[in-house]
Every structure is written in C-alpha cells, then in structure tokens.
T-cell receptor
Framework: AQKVTQAQTEISVVEKEDVTLDCVYE???????LFWYKQPPSGELVFLIR??????QNEISGRYSWNFQKSTSSFNFTITASQVVDSAVYFC??????????????FGTGTRLTVIP | DVKVTQSSRYLVKRTGEKVFLECVQD?????MFWYRQDPGLGLRLIYF???????EKGDIPEGYSVSREKKERFSLILESASTNQTSMYLC????????????FGQGTRLTVV
C-alpha cells in the first residue's frame, strides 16, 4: 500500500529563516513519482515540483530546494530565507502508475507553514 | 491558461438530499480525480477516472458515486447526504501517466445540515 507521511503538522518561522518540510513515503512500486504542492490561503493547490524514482539528483529553484533520498524514502523540501508569501499548507504526494496507464495520486496530511514578519 | 472549474464554491444541503458536485476541465486531460480535504487528514481520494465511463475507487468511496459521460466533465454524487460529508471537495485533472502533475479546481465547501 502507498503511504505518504508528513509528520510536521504546523511550523512557524521568523522571516528570513530557513525551513525544511519533511516527507516520508512508502511504496512497493519500483517506478513512482513524487510531488510537492502548495496550498495558499486562497485554497487552490499549486504544483511545485516532480521527481521520479530513478532520479536522485537534488534540485534547486530560487529559494526552494528538494532533497530526494531513496535509501530513506524521503523527499524533503527546504525554503531558504523564508518570506511571508511562503505561508501556506504544503503537501507531498506520491503517484502510483497503474496498468491501465492511469495513475493514482496519494497525498500526505500537509504541513502548515507560517512565516512571521 | 489551464483550468479546472468546480460548479460551486459554497454549498449548503440538507441531510438525505442527493447532491451533485460538478467539475469541468478544458485541458483534454484523461485523468480526473475527486478528493475531500479535512483538517488533519490531508487530501483523501474518493474516486478517480482515466477515461469516459471508466472509474476507480479511491480510499474513501463509501457514500459517494461518480459519473463521467464526457471527457471534460467529472461529477461527484452524494446519494444521500449526511453531516459527516461536510467537507471541502477538490477536483483535479491530469494527463494520463504517473509523471504528470495534477491541476486543481478552487474547491467546493459543502455543508450538510
């Protein structure tokens, strides 16, 4: 069974601090994809990044970086020099490709990040 | 600009009513999903569909059904609404294949009284 765990329910940081959001997943598939989404106060989830199970390179995009470690089944997300606009709920998700070509998409419970000015 | 549109932002229904939540996407996506979002529980998958008239149960299908008669439209049906179905409902769509990200609608906050 697939499972995504985000153990941090809520995190508060002061502006300009760095913060890491943890994501641990479970799957029996050898091919899978991991995602991070952001849900700002407006409510609509926004895609941030995708990583496939064969690509363990870390990625950096501006102040955002992601660390994928297959050995520990983790896909952590770091925001450097946090800003108030980063305040949101962040979700980690795991995609399970099915034989039909469709894919299921399992989400974690989310981490609410509050950046205090 | 890609778009997933849910028919209502807020909805109030009475216990026992049959409720339809509609979702339309304009991206010609094969996959469509219905989730419910509750505090502390994250997004839980109710049903998904990978083609017209095809559907698969998610984690919590009980009390719900779905309909996909056209590729762009995916409806969630609450056969007899109950108060424990009060929640935020999110529709999403994606191209077929596990690597493709999902695009989400703005959500429907349903209250059953």
């Amino acid at each position: 069974a697939q499972k995504v765990t985000q153990a941090q329910t809520e995190i508060s940081v002061v502006e300009k601090e760095d913060v890491t959001l943890d994501c641990v997943y479970e799957t029996r598939d050898t091919t899978y994809y991991l995602f991070w989404y952001k849900q700002p106060p407006s409510g609509e989830l926004v895609f941030l990044i995708r990583r496939n199970s064969f690509d363990e390179q870390n990625e950096i995009s501006g102040r955002y970086s992601w660390n994928f470690q297959k050995s520990t089944s983790s896909f952590n997300f770091t925001i450097t020099a946090s800003q108030v606009v980063d305040s949101a709920v962040y979700f980690c998700a795991l995609s399970e490709p099915l034989e039909t070509g469709a894919n299921n998409l399992f989400f974690g419970t989310g981490t609410r990040l509050t950046v205090i000015p | 600009d890609v778009k997933v549109t849910q028919s209502s932002r807020y909805l109030v229904k009475r216990t026992g009513e049959k409720v339809f939540l509609e979702c339309v996407q304009d991206m010609d996506h094969e996959n469509m999903f219905w989730y419910r979002q509750d505090p502390g529980l994250g997004l839980r998958l109710i049903y998904f569909s990978y083609d017209v008239k095809m559907k698969e149960k998610g984690d919590i299908p009980e009390g719900y059904s779905v309909s996909r008669e056209k590729k762009e439209r995916f409806s969630l049906i609450l056969e007899s609404a109950s108060t424990n179905q009060t929640s935020m409902y999110l529709c999403a769509s994606s191209l077929i294949g596990g690597r493709n990200e999902a695009f989400f609608g703005q959500g429907t906050r349903l209250t059953v009284v």
